[in-house]
């Protein structure tokens, strides 16, 4: 299962995630995406990332979402 960059900038912003992260890491998230990166390591790198969500919802989301 995959997310786009576009999809998954969607997700961040609706859900508030990564707003710890800089640009420069935005960045890197971005390329590190293209990989494409396994859901669970996707969502342990928005976690950190991340308040006030725990790892497996961001997970659950991001398995409704992918395609």
């Known amino acids: 299962m995959t997310i786009s ?7 961040c912003i609706q859900h508030k995630w990564f707003t710890a ?3 420069k890491q935005y960045e890197k998230l971005f390329k590190r ?5 396994p859901l669970t390591t996707l969502a342990t790198i ?4 991340s308040t006030g969500w725990k ?3 961001i997970l ?6 992918a395609f």
């Open 46 to 49: 928005l976690w950190m990332f």
């Open 21 to 23: 992260g800089s640009n």
């Open 5 to 11: 960059n576009q999809h998954l900038l969607k997700l």
């Open 60 to 65: 659950d989301i991001l398995e409704k979402e």
């Open 33 to 37: 995406n293209i990989e494409p990166l």
């Open 55 to 57: 790892k497996q919802d």
